[in-house]
C-alpha cells in the first residue's frame, strides 16, 4: 500500500506474544509483530533461530502454544466459544489459510500435475472456481512471473529458479492478503536467484504484504520496509533496512552482519 | 496306474474344471475391491491421531495378518455359528478373503502415502486444501505410483490364495480338482490340469499387470507412455510370475 498517512495503519497481521515449543525445545519465545498492509518485513537470523516456525504458525501450520495471531481481525486458529477459546474445526482452518499465500524453500510444486494444473487446483478445487476463469488468471500469473509458456511443461522440466516462480504464481492465484515466503531462494543455483528476487521485489511494488524469511540482504536494501533479525526465538532486531545496516542494536545483530556481509 | 494322456485332455477341456476356473476368478476379483476398500479405510484410520482410532485399524492389521488365513476361513465359515452367525459358502469365503486382503493393503496403502514428501501436504495445506482435497488431489495420486506394484503382485498371490476357500468347500478351481480326482482317482492328470489353469491366469494377470505398471511408471513429465516403456530395461513384472 502506497501513500500511508500518518494516522496509525490497522496492522494486516499482528503477532501477540507468541510461545512454542517442540517437546523441551522452546522455539518461540513470546514474539511479538505487527506487519501493515503493504509492508515488505524480511525476517533474517541464524538456522535454528525459529524463523520457519515462526511463519508456519501464522498460517497455522503449526499450533501456538501460548500467545495470539490475528490477520486482520481475524483470530487465527482459534474462535469464542461461551467466553472461551478453543480450536477452529478444519473446515475454518482451511478457510482462514486460504488468506494468506506461502512459498517453500523446497518449491513443493506437485509433481504429478501440470504447471497450469498446479496454479488452477486450489482456485477450482477449494474455492469452486470455474475452470475458464482459474486457467484465465493462471496464465496471467504465469506471464507475470515471466513463464507464459511453461503452461503444459510439468515442475520435472522446469530449473529450480523456474520452479520457485511457478510456485509464486500458485499461491497468488488464490487471490491471497498476505505472502510468506520461506528462505525462497536458499535451494537455487546462484545463477537463478535473481529471477526470484526480481519478481518478488515486482510483487513488493504491487503493494502486497509480504513476510520474506531469507538471507538474501540485497532483497532487504531493496524492497523491505523492515528488517528483523531472530535469535534464539526473540525478535532482537527490529528497524527500516538503513538502520539496520548502518546501526544495529543487539550484539546478535552485530555478529550477523559481521558474518554476512563482506 | 501310469500317465493317461486322453484323461489329462479331458480334464484340460473339461466344462467342470473351466467352471471352477471362472470362480476362482470372479472370487478373486470381488474379494480384492472389498478387500482394497477395506484396507483403504484402515490405512487412513491407522495414521490417525485420535489414537482409538488409530488403535482399532492397528489391531484389526495385526490381528489378521498374525494368523494364518486358513484358521481365519475354519472360524469365519464352522466357528461362527457357534454364536448363532451362520454364513453360506461363498459369503464365507468372500469375507474371509477380503478381510485379510484388507489387512495387508492397508499396509502397503500406508507406505504408499508416507512415501508421498513432507513438504506436499503443506503446499496442499497452504492453499487452504481440508484433508479430503489434500489426499484427493495432492497425495493420492502420487501414492498411487508407489501402490500399484505391491498391488498387483497381492491380486496375483489372491488367484492363488483363493484356492484355500476350497476347505470350507468353496468350489473353486481347487476345489473342483479334487472332486475330479475323488471320482476317477487319475491324481495326477487332474491337479496337473489345474496347475495349468492356475499358471494361465496367473500368466494372464502378468501381462495386464506390465501394461498397468508402465503406465503408472511414467516419469511426471508429461510424455507418453511408449517412450517411458521404451525407456526401461528390465520389467520386474515379466519376471514375477515365473519366480512365484
Ligand atoms: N517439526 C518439528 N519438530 C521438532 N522440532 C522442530 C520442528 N520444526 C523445527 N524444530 C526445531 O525448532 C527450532 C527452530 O527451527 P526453525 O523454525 O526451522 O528455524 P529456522 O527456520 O530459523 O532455521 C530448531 O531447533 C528445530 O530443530
Ligand atoms: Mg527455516
Request: with cysteine; aromatic share 8%; charged share 20%.
Given at each position: 500500500?502506497?501513500?500511508?498517512?500518518?494516522?496509525?495503519?490497522?496492522?494486516?497481521?499482528?503477532?501477540?506474544?507468541?510461545?512454542?515449543?517442540?517437546?523441551?525445545?522452546?522455539?518461540?519465545?513470546?514474539?511479538?509483530?505487527?506487519?501493515?498492509?503493504?509492508?515488505?518485513?524480511?525476517?533474517?537470523?541464524?538456522?535454528?533461530?525459529?524463523?520457519?516456525?515462526?511463519?508456519?504458525?501464522?498460517?497455522?501450520?503449526?499450533?501456538?502454544?501460548?500467545?495470539?495471531?490475528?490477520?486482520?481481525?481475524?483470530?487465527?486458529?482459534?474462535?469464542?466459544?461461551?467466553?472461551?477459546?478453543?480450536?477452529?474445526?478444519?473446515?475454518?482452518?482451511?478457510?482462514?489459510?486460504?488468506?494468506?499465500?506461502?512459498?517453500?524453500?523446497?518449491?513443493?510444486?506437485?509433481?504429478?500435475?501440470?504447471?497450469?494444473?498446479?496454479?488452477?487446483?486450489?482456485?477450482?478445487?477449494?474455492?469452486?472456481?470455474?475452470?475458464?476463469?482459474?486457467?484465465?488468471?493462471?496464465?496471467?500469473?504465469?506471464?507475470?512471473?515471466?513463464?507464459?509458456?511453461?503452461?503444459?511443461?510439468?515442475?520435472?522440466?522446469?530449473?529450480?529458479?523456474?520452479?520457485?516462480?511457478?510456485?509464486?504464481?500458485?499461491?497468488?492465484?488464490?487471490?491471497?492478503?498476505?505472502?510468506?515466503?520461506?528462505?525462497?531462494?536458499?535451494?537455487?543455483?546462484?545463477?537463478?536467484?535473481?529471477?526470484?528476487?526480481?519478481?518478488?521485489?515486482?510483487?513488493?511494488?504491487?503493494?502486497?504484504?509480504?513476510?520474506?524469511?531469507?538471507?538474501?540482504?540485497?532483497?532487504?536494501?531493496?524492497?523491505?520496509?523492515?528488517?528483523?533479525?531472530?535469535?534464539?526465538?526473540?525478535?532482537?532486531?527490529?528497524?527500516?533496512?538503513?538502520?539496520?545496516?548502518?546501526?544495529?542494536?543487539?550484539?546478535?545483530?552485530?555478529?550477523?552482519?559481521?558474518?554476512?556481509?563482506? | 496306474?501310469?500317465?493317461?494322456?486322453?484323461?489329462?485332455?479331458?480334464?484340460?477341456?473339461?466344462?467342470?474344471?473351466?467352471?471352477?476356473?471362472?470362480?476362482?476368478v470372479w472370487l478373486s476379483v470381488v474379494s480384492m475391491v472389498i478387500g482394497i476398500s477395506l484396507g483403504f479405510v484402515a490405512a487412513l484410520m491407522k495414521m490417525?491421531?485420535?489414537?482409538?482410532?488409530?488403535?482399532?485399524a492397528?489391531?484389526y492389521i495385526?490381528?489378521w495378518r498374525?494368523?494364518?488365513?486358513?484358521?481365519?476361513?475354519?472360524?469365519?465359515?464352522?466357528?461362527?455359528?457357534?454364536?448363532?452367525?451362520?454364513?453360506?459358502?461363498?459369503?464365507?469365503?468372500i469375507l474371509g478373503l477380503a478381510v485379510n486382503e484388507g489387512a495387508y493393503f492397508a499396509e502397503i496403502m500406508r507406505s504408499g502415502i508416507?512415501?508421498?514428501?513432507?513438504?506436499?501436504?503443506?503446499?496442499?495445506?497452504?492453499?487452504?486444501?481440508?484433508?479430503?482435497?489434500?489426499m484427493?488431489?495432492?497425495?493420492l495420486p502420487?501414492a498411487t505410483r508407489v501402490i500399484v506394484p505391491p498391488l498387483g503382485n497381492q491380486f496375483l498371490g489372491m488367484l492363488?490364495t483363493s484356492?484355500?476357500?476350497?476347505?470350507?468347500?468353496?468350489?473353486?478351481?481347487?476345489?473342483?480338482?479334487?472332486?475330479?480326482?475323488?471320482?476317477?482317482?487319475?491324481?495326477?492328470?487332474?491337479?496337473?490340469?489345474?496347475?495349468?489353469?492356475?499358471?494361465?491366469?496367473?500368466?494372464?494377470w502378468?501381462?495386464v499387470q506390465?501394461?498397468i505398471?508402465?503406465?503408472y511408471?511414467?516419469?511426471?513429465?508429461?510424455?507418453?507412455?511408449?517412450?517411458?516403456?521404451?525407456?526401461?530395461?528390465?520389467?520386474?513384472?515379466?519376471?514375477?510370475?515365473?519366480?512365484?
Amino acid at each position: 500500500m502506497t501513500g500511508q498517512s500518518s494516522a496509525p495503519v490497522r496492522p494486516l497481521i499482528r503477532i501477540q506474544r507468541v510461545r512454542k515449543s517442540f517437546g523441551d525445545n522452546l522455539v518461540l519465545r513470546d514474539v511479538s509483530l505487527n506487519v501493515a498492509p503493504g509492508e515488505v518485513v524480511v525476517i533474517a537470523g541464524r538456522s535454528g533461530s525459529g524463523k520457519s516456525t515462526l511463519l508456519r504458525c501464522i498460517n497455522n501450520l503449526e499450533t501456538i502454544d501460548a500467545g495470539s495471531i490475528y490477520t486482520g481481525d481475524e483470530l487465527i486458529g482459534y474462535r469464542q466459544l461461551g467466553g472461551k477459546l478453543v480450536p477452529m474445526r478444519e473446515a475454518e482452518v482451511a478457510r482462514q489459510r486460504q488468506e494468506l499465500g506461502m512459498v517453500f524453500q523446497q518449491f513443493n510444486l506437485f509433481p504429478h500435475l501440470s504447471v497450469l494444473d498446479n496454479i488452477t487446483a486450489a482456485p477450482i478445487h477449494v474455492r469452486g472456481e470455474a475452470r475458464s476463469s482459474a486457467e484465465a488468471y493462471g496464465r496471467e500469473l504465469l506471464s507475470r512471473v515471466g513463464l507464459p509458456e511453461k503452461a503444459h511443461a510439468y515442475p520435472k522440466q522446469l530449473s529450480g529458479g523456474q520452479q520457485q516462480r511457478v510456485a509464486i504464481a500458485r499461491a497468488l492465484a488464490m487471490r491471497p492478503r498476505a505472502m510468506l515466503f520461506d528462505e525462497p531462494t536458499s535451494a537455487l543455483d546462484p545463477e537463478m536467484i535473481s529471477e526470484v528476487l526480481d519478481v518478488m521485489i515486482d510483487l513488493s511494488r504491487q503493494g502486497m504484504t509480504m513476510i520474506v524469511v531469507t538471507h538474501e540482504m540485497g532483497f532487504a536494501r531493496a524492497a523491505a520496509d523492515r528488517v528483523i533479525l531472530m535469535h534464539q526465538g526473540e525478535i532482537v532486531e527490529n528497524a527500516p533496512p538503513e538502520e539496520f545496516f548502518t546501526a544495529p542494536k543487539s550484539e546478535a545483530t552485530k555478529q550477523f552482519l559481521s558474518k554476512i556481509l563482506p | 496306474m501310469t500317465w493317461s494322456w486322453p484323461d489329462f485332455l479331458e480334464y484340460l477341456v473339461s466344462p467342470y474344471m473351466m467352471r471352477g476356473a471362472w470362480t476362482t476368478v470372479w472370487l478373486s476379483v470381488v474379494s480384492m475391491v472389498i478387500g482394497i476398500s477395506l484396507g483403504f479405510v484402515a490405512a487412513l484410520m491407522k495414521m490417525s491421531h485420535n489414537r482409538v482410532v488409530s488403535g482399532i485399524a492397528g489391531f484389526y492389521i495385526w490381528l489378521w495378518r498374525g494368523t494364518p488365513l486358513l484358521v481365519q476361513l475354519v472360524i469365519i465359515y464352522a466357528g461362527l455359528p457357534q454364536l448363532g452367525i451362520r454364513l453360506g459358502v461363498i459369503e464365507s469365503a468372500i469375507l474371509g478373503l477380503a478381510v485379510n486382503e484388507g489387512a495387508y493393503f492397508a499396509e502397503i496403502m500406508r507406505s504408499g502415502i508416507t512415501a508421498v514428501d513432507k513438504g506436499q501436504h503443506d503446499a496442499a495445506r497452504a492453499l487452504g486444501m481440508t484433508y479430503r482435497k489434500m489426499m484427493q488431489i495432492v497425495i493420492l495420486p502420487q501414492a498411487t505410483r508407489v501402490i500399484v506394484p505391491p498391488l498387483g503382485n497381492q491380486f496375483l498371490g489372491m488367484l492363488k490364495t483363493s484356492s484355500l476357500a476350497s476347505v470350507i468347500s468353496m468350489e473353486e478351481l481347487l476345489r473342483s480338482a479334487q472332486q475330479l480326482a475323488q471320482i476317477e482317482f487319475r491324481v495326477l492328470e487332474v491337479y496337473f490340469v489345474a496347475a495349468i489353469y492356475y499358471l494361465a491366469m496367473t500368466t494372464a494377470w502378468g501381462f495386464v499387470q506390465r501394461r498397468i505398471e508402465s503406465h503408472y511408471d511414467r516419469p511426471f513429465d508429461g510424455r507418453d507412455s511408449a517412450a517411458a516403456a521404451a525407456q526401461r530395461t528390465v520389467d520386474p513384472a515379466a519376471t514375477e510370475v515365473i519366480s512365484r
